[in-house]
């Protein structure tokens, strides 16, 4: 099971994920210098396509005297416009990788392969099985794992409903997830990290 640390969290995706961390990826760091934004982790899974960003604002050192979070909070609406930002971001980045790669005439040849393969070790494999789950239309799933010290139930209700209506074109579900919660998408694993 490939474990991945992200903001003092760690994830876990057992072998139905097929995942990248994206703004560790070479892809994005090209993207993020044309001024695009992206998400923490790409991860497919039969005819799943989640974007996953991480936010956790629980007090992570001694030294912090102030809840991260209480910024958040006056401006709620500011906070899910930068979210929805990201996940645009990404799949405005994504169907570029998708074009740059169609144009590659090794890659179509190789295409059909590359859709039957495990993506878990090609990047091609990878990239084509995204294009192809973006090209057919199927769900795209944006989520939202945010961490605070205290009980956001409201917010993070308020928040998924603001990012459903600000990605309604862009994606089929939109979920906010955090540790105390009973779910978590199926395969995925979630824990605090080890200090």
Same mark, same amino acid.
């Given at each position: 099971?490939?474990?991945?640390?992200?903001?003092g969290?760690?994830? !876990? @995706?057992?072998?139905?994920w097929t995942v990248r961390k994206y703004d560790a990826h070479r892809f994005f760091? !090209? @993207?993020?210098?044309?001024?695009?934004k992206g998400v923490d982790f790409i991860a497919l899974s039969g005819s799943a396509l989640l974007l996953l960003e991480v936010k956790n604002y629980r007090r992570?050192?001694?030294?912090q005297t102030e809840n991260p979070f209480d910024r958040i909070l006056e401006t709620p609406e500011i906070f899910a416009g930068h979210m929805a930002g990201k996940f645009t971001d990404t799949l405005r980045a994504l169907r570029a990788i998708g074009t740059y790669y169609r144009r590659k005439w090794l890659f179509r040849l190789c295409r059909p392969i590359l859709l039957r393969r495990s993506g878990g070790h090609s990047d091609w494999a990878f990239w084509a099985q995204v294009d192809a789950h973006l090209q057919g239309g199927q769900p795209v799933i944006a989520a939202l794992w945010l961490e605070t010290e205290r009980d956001q139930a409201v917010?993070?209700?308020?928040l998924r409903q603001s990012l459903k209506n600000l990605l309604e074109d862009e994606v089929q579900e939109v979920q906010v997830y955090h540790l105390a919660m009973d779910k978590s998408p199926e395969g995925i694993q979630v824990y605090l990290a080890q200090k």
């Open positions: 099971m490939p474990v991945f640390e992200e903001s969290l760690q994830f !876990g @995706f057992d072998n139905r760091q !090209g @993207f993020s210098g044309a001024g695009l992570r050192r001694a030294w917010f993070r209700e308020q």
